[in-house]
Each structure stands twice: as C-alpha cells, then as structure tokens.
C-alpha cells in the first residue's frame, strides 16, 4: 500500500487542507511530520510494514 503514495501528491493536499482551514495547524503540522518521517524511513531504511 505504501509503494503507491505519491508523496509530492499527498504533502500538497495536506498544505491545501490548511489553506482551506479544515485543520488546525497543529493538526496539519503532525501529518506532514508523520508523512517525512515514513517518506525517510520508505527511502533510507527500506519499508517493511
């Protein structure tokens, strides 16, 4: 499931949900950290879920 995240993809709807302000920015702040950090640990570490 994680192979198919476009990552640029899913940081820009995240960024346009702030911009709408669906979320608040703690909220929107914590799921594009969450998204850095499986993007980093996907490409440097390899995934295994």
């Not at 980093?40 to 295994?48: E, L, M, Q, V, Y």
């Amino acid at each position: 499931m994680l192979d198919a995240i476009d990552f640029a993809k899913a940081k820009s709807s995240i960024e346009k949900m702030r911009i709408l302000g669906r979320y608040s920015p703690d909220i929107i702040a914590e799921a594009i950290l969450e998204l850095e950090v499986i993007r980093d640990a996907k490409t440097n570490n390899g995934w295994s879920p």
